[in-house]
């Protein structure tokens, strides 16, 4: 299950190519590209979007026939990529 502890390990193994919108989205969050959650820690009004963002994430990538699951060479190289440009 993804959670805030451990978001950013959790992505690297999803190929947000596939994603829908909504939560490709999700990923370009302030608070997810600064790795900053003081804001979620300290707003409920955040907390409660980020939960939801979380809580569908989990369910989109849970589901059992999602290509996100089915990971090739290719997708991988794609993860790689977006996460080194964030460096």
């Known amino acids: 299950m993804i959670n805030i502890g451990n978001y950013f390990e959790a992505i690297k193994t999803i190929d947000f190519t596939n994603l ?11 608070w997810a590209a600064q790795n900053e959650w003081s804001a979620y820690n300290s707003n409920e009004n955040i ?5 939801a963002y979380l809580q569908k994430l989990n369910e989109w990538v849970g589901s059992i026939n999602h290509p996100a699951r089915k990971r ?3 997708n991988r190289n794609l993860v790689k990529k977006r996460n080194q440009s964030r460096r």
């Open 20 to 30: 829908p919108d909504a939560l490709k989205n999700g990923d370009n969050s302030p």
């Open 47 to 51: 907390k409660r979007v980020v939960d």
């Open 72 to 74: 090739t060479r290719q």
